[in-house]
Antibody, heavy 120, light 105 residues
Framework: QVQLVESGGGVVQPGGSLRLSCAAS????????MHWVRQAPGKGLEWVAF????????YYADSVKGRFTISRDNSKSTVYLQINSLGAEDTAVYYC?????????????WGQGTLVTVSS | DIQMTQSPSSLSASVGDRVTITCRASQRISSYLNWYQQKPGKAPELLIY???NLQSGVPSRFSGSGSGTDFTLTISSVQPEYIATYYCQQSYSVPFTFGGGTKLE
């Protein structure tokens, strides 16, 4: 069965950096696009970033453009999110989600999330 | 960016009730509209994709309709396990925006 397991969250000071990882299993990882979606405490869902199945195309939300970088290693079935210049507004649970297609369509499987807390 | 507006933001229902949640896009998105269910403390799960297609394993009490700018999610008979927040999301164009959510209580 499809499994997505995020890791790398934690408490970080304002201006700091983290790298989130999402290890995938149960499907041919290199065939599917992947997303990161976040949810601030008590708030709704916010799409953050997308990467095509082959890593050739990335898209970002305006709120993170220039600070966040999505990447993937198909040999390790893992997608990453490098997050830099963190501010309080980045405090959230970060979910990785599998796309149904190689490009983009809908998010058919989600991980359990990893919490990033920005605090001094 | 395409704005997604859900209504109502919260909804109280009894077991067996029929409920409808609406989602409106700020521009036409054809049928590129998806619905997710998020139970308290859990990750979201896909319910319906492309406006009206039920994801495998989702009970047939759930249904979706609409195209263009106006969409609906209907639960034909609410069950206790359906207590959750429901989100619509457009996959027509980047950024892939979500509605604000509808909390079913």
């Amino acid at each position: 069965q499809v499994q997505l397991v995020e890791s790398g969250g934690g408490v970080v000071q304002p201006g700091g950096s983290l790298r989130l990882s999402c290890a995938a299993s149960g499907f041919t990882f290199s065939n599917y696009g992947m997303h990161w979606v976040r949810q601030a405490p008590g708030k709704g869902l916010e799409w953050v970033a997308f990467i095509r199945h082959d890593g050739t195309t990335n898209y970002y939300a305006d709120s993170v453009k220039g600070r966040f970088t999505i990447s993937r290693d198909n040999s390790k079935s893992t997608v990453y999110l490098q997050i830099n210049s963190l501010g309080a507004e980045d405090t959230a649970v970060y979910y990785c989600a599998k796309d149904h297609s190689s490009n983009w369509s809908y998010f058919d499987y989600w991980g359990q999330g990893t919490l990033v807390t920005v605090s001094s | 960016d395409i704005q997604m507006t859900q209504s109502p933001s919260s909804l109280s229902a009894s077991v067996g009730d029929r409920v409808t949640i609406t989602c409106r896009a700020s521009q036409r998105i054809s049928s590129y509209l998806n619905w997710y269910q998020q139970k308290p403390g859990k990750a979201p799960e896909l319910l319906i994709y492309s406006a009206s297609n039920l994801q495998s394993g989702v009970p047939s009490r759930f249904s979706g309709s609409g195209s263009g700018t106006d969409f609906t999610l209907t639960i034909s008979s609410v069950q206790p396990e359906y207590i959750a927040t429901y989100y619509c999301q457009q996959s027509y164009s980047v950024p892939f925006t979500f509605g604000g959510g509808t909390k079913l209580e």
